[in-house]
């Protein structure tokens, strides 16, 4: 009993951001997401055009298109797409860490100056699947389907245990060989202090010779 409380509070958990921001021509914006591997990302979007005559926002025409481009941890990218005004894009990560995903639109005629406003959902991991189509293409009742969600949860939790761990790890080896370059730093400071020492004593030795004061 407590098994299932505990899986069904973390059902109601969930891992979105939903945000707007307005946008001008040519202007580009980037969001940095942490995802872990093999995990399944959706953005759906929709793009509102500035009204000067009423000074608000409202439905964008439809040659109004938004360019997404999404890139991995090592700066490859893994979409790049033009799409209309309103609509999703996903994709599964292959690697662990921050993702960047950047949204502009790559010419300046479709809004003659004016601004517009995007809204952004962005949806990870089970939460970014849609489970009544799946019910609907694998015919499951309604208790299959719960389960079904409770192993993407629990699967979801293990890789960001996985992905927790993997940061730890980066984060270990950057403090060891920061602490290893502190060391050799050191190490090298006092070789070059006893060098300079040495040679000063070399040469005013050398002085006090010449001056046959020794």
């Known amino acids: 009993m407590f098994s299932f409380t505990i899986l069904s509070i973390l059902s109601y958990l969930s891992v ?15 969001f940095i997401e942490e995802i872990p591997d093999e995990t399944l990302v959706v953005g759906n979007y929709k793009c509102e055009l500035f009204d000067p005559k009423t000074g608000g926002f409202m439905p964008s025409s439809p040659g109004i298109g938004m360019h997404v481009e999404i890139r ?8 790049s797409k033009v799409y209309s005004s309103e609509g999703k894009f996903s994709f599964t ?3 662990p860490g921050e993702h960047v995903i950047c949204l502009y639109s790559n010419t300046t005629k479709w809004f003659s100056g004016s601004q517009l406003r995007v809204h952004l959902d962005i ?8 489970y009544g189509n799946v ?11 719960r ?3 409770l192993l993407d949860q629990v699967e979801q939790i293990s890789k960001e245990q996985n992905y927790q761990r993997y940061r730890e790890e980066r984060f270990r080896q950057t403090s060891e060989s ?3 370059r502190v060391l050799w730093w050191s190490i090298s400071q006092t070789a070059i202090l006893l060098l300079m020492g040495f040679w000063q004593m070399r040469h005013l030795k050398s002085f006090f ?3 046959k004061l020794v």
């Open 178 to 180: 920061t602490n290893q």
């Open 209 to 211: 010779q010449a001056k």
């Open 147 to 149: 389960l079904r969600q």
């Open 72 to 79: 991995d941890p090592q700066e490859k990218v893994i979409l």
């Open 135 to 145: 019910a609907q293409k694998e015919k499951l009742t309604e208790l299959q389907l």
């Open 93 to 95: 990560s292959s690697l």
């Open 123 to 130: 949806q990870v991991g089970e939460h970014a699947v849609d």
């Open 16 to 30: 979105s951001s939903a945000l707007y921001f307005h946008i001008s021509e040519t202007e580009r914006k980037c």
